[in-house]
């Protein structure tokens, strides 16, 4: 009997050719393990197509929940935001895939896990450390990293085998999508200078063709998790998908971010992702009224180191379990509704309230029923000020050179 490899297997031209170059390669029987994380395809089709082009056995796994609740949602407590503008959409779901992929491997007594990635990615690292961390045992195989065809030559391979080539192979773009957003690469966005066709949006609708009304929303948070979408209290997979919607309805969330690879690559990418742009708005929001000033800025540094470890492939880590124990218990009084406003591909917050609230009217207004103390900022003022007064007199009025140069006391006029 032939040894087992679990494919992770998008049905998609590559894991289809991959099929069947495990086949004739490594001598080996193919099972395709295909993940719903949220992506709209007919996954019975890919079931089919996986056993016509040769797997012995063809498994999809719907793993949305499991996404939203293990992967997104943290992430989201988190503000994890990669480089201040990806949402991370496809980093979160590789490690769950890794996980699945390992779990698979011992139900199916397979000794090898393979994966459709080329050798220049993030995403072949975050899989491979994910089943690494998970499966140290597994043997990994990347057969588009190994086999060294070009897309002609794939192509021409998957015509040889009879394996269907997807009209959309036509389309130069690579896709990845999931629930939590959509990533575009490859054919013209390679150049940065120029500008995303319109043809590679299909979740967010382009700004002049959007409606001529704003759209309310509004989400209820308990402790960082958003539960509600207009009062309708929603699981986490609907209220995500509901968003996409109406965000991308008033084209919300696309974003065009010039990234940092983990491998060393700059590389460009178009993402849509509207419900991630409006929750992650929407609970730095509720955040900005329900946190103290510190804990904002030490979580907005979390937030970075967090956002890293998702890129860079780190989940399954200590650093990882530490921080996320964090942000849990900063999520404590997270609780609250914001509203936010869509219109013609802006997002905006423009109310947020919080039985927890930190802000108080009573403090903040200028008109009657001000009950902050003014005649206690003097001393404040004073006590704030002496170093800098000290150290201005003494130090910085000789200054000749620089921006504090303008501190030179002006010269009485000579009469
Ligand atoms: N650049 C993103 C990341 O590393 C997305 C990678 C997949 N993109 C794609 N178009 N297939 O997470």
Redesign the pocket.
């Known amino acids: 009997m032939a040894d087992k490899v679990v494919l992770a297997y998008s049905g998609g031209l590559d894991t289809s050719v991959a099929v069947r170059w495990l086949k004739e390669k490594y001598k080996v029987d193919v099972i395709t393990l295909t993940i719903d994380v949220g992506n709209e395809k007919d996954f019975s089709a890919v079931r089919q197509k996986a056993l016509k082009v040769g797997a012995i056995k063809a498994l999809v796994i719907d793993a949305k929940e499991l996404f939203v609740n293990y992967f997104v949602f943290p992430a989201l407590m988190a503000d994890a935001i990669y480089e201040g503008q990806?949402p991370?959409a496809?980093?979160l779901s590789r490690p769950l895939m890794a996980k699945l992929l390992a779990d698979t491997a011992v139900t199916e007594g397979a000794a090898a896990v393979a994966h459709g990635c080329t050798g220049k990615?993030?995403?072949q690292v975050r899989f491979e450390v994910g089943v690494n961390a998970l499966s140290p045992k597994l043997k990994i195989i990347a057969p588009a990293r190994e086999w060294g065809m070009t897309r002609e030559e794939t192509i021409k391979y998957a015509q040889r085998y009879d394996i269907p080539v997807p009209i959309t192979v036509k389309s130069p773009y690579?896709?990845?999508e999931n629930l939590w957003g959509k990533?575009?690469?490859c054919g013209v966005l390679e150049d940065p200078w120029v500008e995303p066709p319109e043809e590679v949006f299909t979740w967010t609708k382009s700004p002049a063709e959007t409606p001529d009304q704003p759209a309310y929303v509004e989400i209820d948070f308990e402790k960082g998790i958003p539960v509600t979408l207009d009062g309708k209290k929603m699981d986490g997979v609907s209220l995500i998908r509901r968003l996409n919607e109406l965000a991308g309805e008033h084209g919300v969330g696309r974003i065009d971010h010039l990234?940092n690879?983990l491998v060393g690559i700059k590389?460009r990418?178009i993402y849509e992702a509207p419900a991630a742009t409006v929750l992650l708005q929407a609970h730095q929001a509720l955040e900005a009224i329900t946190l103290a000033k510190d804990q904002v800025r030490f979580k907005q540094k979390v937030a970075i180191e967090y956002a890293d470890l998702i890129?860079n492939g780190l989940w399954f880590t200590a650093l990882h379990h530490d921080l996320a124990a964090y942000v849990q218990s900063s999520q404590r009084y997270v609780t609250g509704t914001v509203r936010l406003k869509l219109f013609k591909g802006a997002c905006r917050v423009v109310g947020r309230k919080s039985p927890v609230s930190l802000y108080s009217f009573g403090l903040a207004t200028y008109d009657k029923g001000d009950v902050f103390d003014q005649s206690a900022s003097p001393g404040f003022i004073h006590i704030w000020g002496l170093p800098v007064k000290v150290q201005a007199q003494t130090q910085l009025i000789g200054e000749t050179e620089g921006p504090l140069s303008i501190m030179a006391p002006k010269k009485p006029k000579e009469s």
Do not use: C
Request: charged share 35%; no cysteine.
């Open positions: 990806y991370l496809t980093a990615g993030n995403d690579s896709i990845d990533s575009i690469e990234e690879r590389s990418e890129y």
